[in-house]
Each structure stands twice: as C-alpha cells, then as structure tokens.
C-alpha cells in the first residue's frame, strides 16, 4: 500500500491533468455539468456491477472513473468562482466531524445502529440540515432503494414495529390485499397493492439486515449464470430455445442448480 505522502501526489497529478484537458482538449474544454451528468450515472453503476462481483480489479478501476468525474466537476465550479475542489474535500470533512460526535466529540455509541439513531439526530440539527425526517432523500433514486431509505430513516426516530418477527403478519395482510384484487375483473388497484407488497418485503430485509437490493442483484446474477448455461448446453446440442420444450429447458436449468453446488 502506498504512503499518504504518495497517495497525495497520485491525487494531485490527477488534479493537473484535469486542469491540462480542460485547457487543451477540445471535448473536456466543451462539456458542462449537465452533459457529464448521464456520464456520471452510468459510471456510478458501473462501480456498484463491479462491487456486486467482488472484483477489486475492476472496483479499482470505476472508483477512478468516479473520482475522475468529481474532480471534473470541481474544476468547472472553479471556472465559474463557485467552488473548487478544497471546498469539496473540506466540506465533507466537515460534515463527517459534525455527524460523528461519539468520535470527536462527547457523545456515545455502542454499536452501528446507535450510530444510525444519532445521524438521524445529529442531521436535524445541523444548520442547512433537513427539515423534516424525509427530506433528504432524492427524488430519483430507484424505487427499491428509495423504500429502505425511507423505513430506515423513520426507525431512526422511533417509528418501527416492536419486534422484527411482527413485519410478516404485515407482508401477509399486503400478499392476501394483493390476490384479492388481481381475483377481480377490473383489478384497478392491482399495481397499488403490489407496490404495498414490496413496501413491506423491503421493510422486512431491513429488520432481519438484508439489503434488498443487494440481494435482488445476487439472484439476477444467479439467474443469468442458470439461463446462460441453458442456452449454452442447447446450443451444444444444437438445439435453439424457442424450439425446445419447457421440460427440456428445465432439465437443463436443474444441471445449471446441481453445478452451482458442487
């Protein structure tokens, strides 16, 4: 591992050649905040693909791209006279001291969910803070993720079931809502209901500490391991899908499971 004094360098390098492509390359000098902003999206998934893999390799690589994208937006706040790129880091350092006063200052935590209950409160009161327990939570992040932000936040302060194990009497009101109205011929509500379903399936992975979105990843991945494998042996057999039939492929699938184990 490298020293701090090297880990400085390498970050200051990267500062001067932002600085040398935004004075001498013609599509760096062009862009704006708003035309990297889809840039930045996708790399940021790109990153999370990467974690979801366990491949340090490559989380190395897209966390560069990452920090590529801060420091090119640092220098356009510096163009304009906003902000630069000191302002970023000691802002965050800032508000890292602020919200971990059991670190620099006089208050307790035990463990991480005291930790989690004092951000909450500790977040209240800071001075351009959120107003409201909810405020803080962006408007576009994915549904899924936006749901456990939002049970989270609410458990900080106090509002949650008393015990884990009583979520599922609440999944089970949510499935039989659910059935009953796709059993109806209009079934007007049915995506209403189902929306309350995964509401509290998300509340349930947060009590027993399952992120929800982590493990849906996981089983689209599993999934796309068992059907790429499908399609494979198929193809071995020179056999296309369409033309197979569902007994086949599931025969298929079950050595996909079977391989998975050994």
């Known amino acids: 591992m490298h020293t701090k ?5 390498a970050f200051g390098r990267l500062l001067d ?35 979801s893999r366990h491949d340090m390799t490559e989380i190395s690589k897209e966390l560069g791209d990452v920090l590529l994208h801060v420091v090119f937006y640092a ?5 304009t006279g906003d902000f630069d790129i000191a302002d970023v880091c000691n802002r965050i350092c800032d508000k890292l001291i602020f919200r971990h006063p059991h670190v620099y200052g006089d208050a307790a935590a035990k463990n991480a969910e005291d930790v989690s209950k004092l951000w909450e409160q500790v977040k209240l009161k800071e001075k351009d803070g959120n107003k409201t327990v909810l405020g803080g939570i962006p408007d576009a992040l994915p549904a899924l993720v936006k749901a456990y932000r939002i049970q989270d936040k609410v458990a900080n302060v106090g509002f949650d079931w008393e015990k884990k194990e009583d979520v599922w009497a609440k999944v089970h009101e949510e499935l039989d809502e659910l059935q009953a109205e796709l059993a109806k011929e209009d079934g007007g509500e049915k995506e ?71």
Not at 5 to 9: M, P, R, V, W
Not at 27 to 47: A, P, Y
């Open 5 to 9: 004094e090297e880990k400085l360098a």
């Open 17 to 51: 050649i932002m600085d040398d492509l935004r004075e001498k390359c013609p599509w760096d000098h062009k862009q704006t905040f708003d035309s990297i902003r889809q840039n930045t999206i996708e790399e940021t998934f790109e990153l999370a693909s990467a974690i």
């Open 75 to 79: 220098k356009m706040g510096s163009e």
């Open 192 to 262: 209403q209901e189902f929306g309350d379903l995964l509401f509290a399936m998300i509340n349930a992975a947060r009590l027993y500490k399952i992120r929800p979105d982590n493990a849906l990843e996981q089983t689209n991945l599993k999934f796309m391991r068992r059907f790429n494998y499908v399609e494979a042996k198929a193809k071995e057999q020179g056999k296309s899908l369409k033309d197979m039939t569902l007994t086949e492929m599931d025969a298929l699938w079950n050595e996909a499971k079977a391989k998975a184990k050994d």
